[in-house]
Antibody, heavy 121, light 108 residues
Framework: QVQLVESGGGVVQPGGSLRLSCAAS????????MHWVRQAPGKGLEWVAI????????YYTDSVRGRFTISRDNSKNTLYLQMNSLRTEDTAVYYC??????????????WGQGTLVTVSS | EIVLTQSPGTLSLSPGERATLSCRAS???????LAWYQQKPGQAPRLLIY???SRATGIPDRFSGSGSGTDFTLTISRLEPEDFAVYYC?????????FGQGTKVEIK
């Protein structure tokens, strides 16, 4: 069965850096794009970034572009999110999710359980 | 960027009642790229409906989706106790993905 397991969250000071990982199993990782989605405490979902299955394309939401970098290692079935210049407003649970894109639909069909990032001095 | 506005913010209903949730887009959305997710406290979101009326694997048929253009609806025909949760609509378009702010379905 499809499993996505995030790790790497923790407490970091404003201006600091953190790298999140998402270990995938149960499917052929290299055939799917992957997303990061975050959720601030008590708030709704916010899409953060996507990377194409082969890493050829990457897109970001405006608030993280230039600070966050999404990447993947298909040989290790792992997705990453490098977060630099962190701000207090980046505090959230970060989820990885699998992208499914067919001729008729596009969706995020499997999600990990999330990892909490807290940016605080 | 397409903005999705969900209404109402909170829906207070009793088990067995019908729930109708609305998602309105700031500009036209391809129906193929509109989806709905359910999230319960402390859990990850779960895909319910996509494109915009197909149920995801294992989703009971009391959940249905409809709509086109800028107006989409998620309907739960008869609320079961496990359906009380927050629901989000979501769209993809022009290399951008956005979520609505969510509708909380709570027990009346």
């Amino acid at each position: 069965q499809v499993q996505l397991v995030e790790s790497g969250g923790g407490v970091v000071q404003p201006g600091g850096s953190l790298r999140l990982s998402c270990a995938a199993s149960g499917f052929t990782f290299s055939t799917n794009g992957m997303h990061w989605v975050r959720q601030a405490p008590g708030k709704g979902l916010e899409w953060v970034a996507i990377i194409w299955n082969d890493g050829s394309k990457k897109y970001y939401t405006d608030s993280v572009r230039g600070r966050f970098t999404i990447s993947r290692d298909n040989s290790k079935n792992t997705l990453y999110l490098q977060m630099n210049s962190l701000r207090t407003e980046d505090t959230a649970v970060y989820y990885c999710a699998r992208d499914v894109w067919t001729t008729d639909a596009r969706m995020l069909d499997y999600w990990g359980q999330g990892t909490l990032v807290t940016v605080s001095s | 960027e397409i903005v999705l506005t969900q209404s109402p913010g909170t829906l207070s209903l009793s088990p067995g009642e019908r729930a109708t949730l609305s998602c309105r887009a700031s500009q036209s959305v391809s129906s193929s790229y509109l989806a709905w997710y359910q999230q319960k406290p402390g859990q990850a979101p779960r895909l319910l409906i996509y494109a915009p009326s197909s149920r995801a694997t294992g989703i009971p048929d009391r959940f249905s989706g409809s709509g086109s253009g800028t107006d989409f609806t998620l309907t739960i025909s008869r609320l079961e106790p496990e359906d009380f949760a927050v629901y989000y609509c979501h769209q993809y378009g022009s290399s951008s993905w956005t979520f609505g702010q969510g509708t909380k379905v709570e027990i009346k």
